[in-house]
């Protein structure tokens, strides 16, 4: 079973810098993307950023140009730097990764969709 445990969160002032990451516990094939998501009590899981395994990057349009999600493939972890915090960034951060294996000779794949437990941004007006 994969594990992906998320570090990094905690209480920052308006305007401050954090860095999150997001640890695997091991080396998983296939991955199409690995993303990050946050969720405020009471409200949707939102999706904001999202890296390709082809490298390809996209943002929620509230992150543009604050965050950058980026993958140390050596280390096996995902981080999400995240700059000019804002208030309404207060939310539980969640590290997701997706893809597929084969599981057959015919090439049939298998989906899997790994979540972490989250950490938690705070930001001080």
């Known amino acids: 079973q994969v594990q992906l445990v998320e570090s990094g969160g905690g209480l920052v002032q308006t305007g401050g810098s954090l860095r999150l990451s997001c640890a695997i516990s091991?080396?998983?094939?296939?991955?199409?993307?690995m993303a990050w998501y946050r969720q405020v009590l009471g409200k949707e899981r939102e999706l904001v950023a999202v890296?390709?395994?082809?490298?390809?990057?996209n943002y929620v349009d509230s992150a543009k140009g604050r965050f950058t999600i980026s993958r140390d493939a050596a280390l096996n972890r995902v981080y999400l730097q995240i700059t000019s915090l804002k208030p309404e960034d207060t939310a539980a951060y969640y590290c997701?990764?997706?893809?597929?294996?084969?599981?057959?000779?015919?090439?049939?794949?298998?989906?899997?969709?790994?979540w972490g437990q989250g950490t938690q941004v705070t930001v001080s007006s």
């Open positions: 890296l390709t395994s082809g490298g390809r990057t």
């Open positions: 091991r080396r998983i094939s296939g991955i199409t993307e």
């Open positions: 997701n990764v997706k893809g597929a294996v084969v599981v057959n000779v015919e090439g049939a794949k298998r989906e899997y969709d790994y």
